[in-house]
């Protein structure tokens, strides 16, 4: 086992090493900010450790360990200049699944047009927004193994443009004996090219200015097509401690994606009465984010928990980042 373990960690460390040469190709950029204050905290490695309603956002196989009925929330100022809101929805079914609907809001505040004869403004004001809304199911089909998919729709909009697609997330976990050693993967983003169209891209054309009589024609601007940000990620977790009162679980991914450098991530939770978390991740390969940070806490009241979690990412140069979450299981 131990020896499978090395392996495992020597294929990670392998997907790093290489180079893509494909840097900044895709759109939608939005789709990679990371969701949830827990698994933020956690430093993204946490395809095998997801496993409650916001797995939809990073491992929909997580979803399946979800039995009960569960919302939550999150939030943060993306840089101090955008909103990024989420919410889930997750519904057990007894012998079917979980089913969970989702939704990813990233948006700015109106401002105000400016050109070079009207540099203080025009009195016109342009904004931005980006909208993803997903449908989750996810189920075991063994008392070890599960797997879930995502479909969503995908919407950009800038000012009176906008551009729309469809993409899937496709995930699996796979658990074994020695101290709950999760093998687990996803793909993120499989889906459709996506261009910006609107109003705004209608212009008069002239053919030849130099004939002052002729006459202008009606023709419209054409966008190139982008593709959005697909990823492959796979990772292995496992539980570090385990006593009565205290847990400890750890994990380390690899991600390979379609417009940048593969990265590797760290991620560990400790676990106090099943009630007070702390939780710690590291990114390697990352241009400016590095280390985060996060706490969290749950209360039982009945039949229903509430839980509060919260983390906190570092950024050398950019402003560093604070995230809240808040859920009801019930």
Known sequence: MRKKIVTILFLLAGIC????????????????IPVSARYSALGGAVVG????????????????????????FSYMRWFDIFDFNSAVAAFYQDGIGTVAVSALIMSMDKEEITTESQPNGTGRFYDAKDIAIGITFARFLTDRFCVGITG??????????????????????YR???????IAMKVSNF??????????????????ASIPLNRLTPARLVT???PLPLSFQVGIAMDIYTSDFVKAKGEIDAVHPNDNNEHLLFGTEITFFDRLFFRGGYKLHYDDESYTFGTGA?????????????????????????????????
């Open 17 to 32: 090493s290489a180079q893509n040469p494909n840097l900044g190709t895709s759109g939608a950029q939005f789709l990679n």
């Open 224 to 226: 190139d097509t982008y």
């Open 191 to 208: 889906g459709s090219d996506m261009q910006f169209d609107g109003d705004d891209l209608n212009i008069t054309y002239d053919k030849d």
């Open 152 to 173: 969503k729709y995908i919407q950009q909009r800038i000012w009176n443009e906008t551009a729309n697609g469809f993409a899937f997330d496709v995930g699996s976990q």
């Open 176 to 182: 074994l004996d020695f101290q709950n050693l999760t």
């Open 298 to 330: 749950n209360i039982s009241l009945g039949d229903m928990k509430v839980k509060f979690d919260y983390s906190y990412s570092v950024f050398n140069i950019l402003p560093s980042v604070n995230r809240i979450t808040v859920g009801i299981e019930f």
């Open 49 to 72: 450790m997801s496993d409650d309603a916001e797995s939809v956002f990073w491992n929909p196989a997580g979803l399946a360990k979800v039995n009960k009925n569960s919302v939550e």
